[in-house]
């Protein structure tokens, strides 16, 4: 089912640590003093050694010791000096071990710097998982909805990721408590032709219509045997 949540936001999957900067530029923006700030050899090391975590992560049957190694090389992280990848790691790290408080205060250092719509999805499921007053909820996928919109005004219909992006407008819109949108996604299911499409939004219509299925979302995170 991984494979196929895709158009739920490509936020929501973990972020991989790169072996250079300009290879992490697509996941977030770097703060204005350290933009430019090239990787020191310390750093770099830090984030090969992330990297071959991940990579033996791979092949380690038990996800207890790959989550040691993680909680290890933690501290190490707040030693990058590119603060683009020590937020692009420190998140993944904690939300792979399941630091959601840490998680949600890193999406906010993130947006900070650029508001993305993925980013903001992947912060709204954090105040929902960890039980933030109603309101916050509601407003954090209201304040995404009206995002999600923006770019939907701005894209052409035939646009390659209309289709996913006016999904994910609907299913903000949903989470937000308006209940009529769960007519608006059933409507879009019904609407895909092939096979595979209609297979993959059933999927993600059971994910946002069930309760706690987004929440589901953060195992995506975690080591797996």
């Known amino acids: 089912m991984k494979q196929i949540l895709f158009p739920l936001l490509l936020s929501i999957l973990p ?12 996941h977030t923006q770097s703060s204005t003093t350290g933009a430019d700030a090239e990787l020191s050899l310390d750093s770099q090391k830090i984030i090969n050694e992330y990297n071959q975590i991940l990579i033996q992560s791979q092949s380690e049957p038990d996800p207890k010791i ?24 420190s998140l993944n790290i904690n939300m792979s071990l399941g630091n959601y408080a840490e998680a949600y205060a890193i999406t906010n250092k993130i947006l900070a710097r650029k508001e993305t719509t993925n980013m903001k999805n992947l912060q709204c499921l954090l105040i929902e998982v960890l039980n933030k007053p109603k ?4 407003d954090c ?5 009206n995002l ?9 219909k035939d646009a390659p990721y209309y289709d996913q992006t006016e999904w994910a407008y609907y299913a903000s819109l949903l989470q937000e408590r308006k209940k009529d949108y769960k007519l608006k996604l059933k409507q879009l299911v ?5 096979p595979e499409d209609k297979e993959i939004y059933e ?8 309760p706690d299925g987004r929440k589901s979302i953060l195992d995506n995170y975690k080591p797996q045997m």
């Open 135 to 138: 309101k916050d909820i509601e």
């Open 66 to 89: 790959t989550n040691q190694k993680l909680k290890e090389i933690l501290p190490q992280i707040s030693q990058i000096n590119s603060e683009k990848e020590r937020n692009n790691l």
């Open 141 to 145: 996928y209201l304040y995404n909805a």
């Open 148 to 156: 999600y919109k923006n770019k939907l005004d701005n894209m052409p």
């Open 190 to 194: 019904d609407s895909k032709k092939s």
């Open 203 to 210: 999927m993600l219509y059971e994910v946002e219509t069930t």
């Open 15 to 26: 972020l991989t640590a790169c072996s250079s900067a300009s290879e992490t530029e697509i």
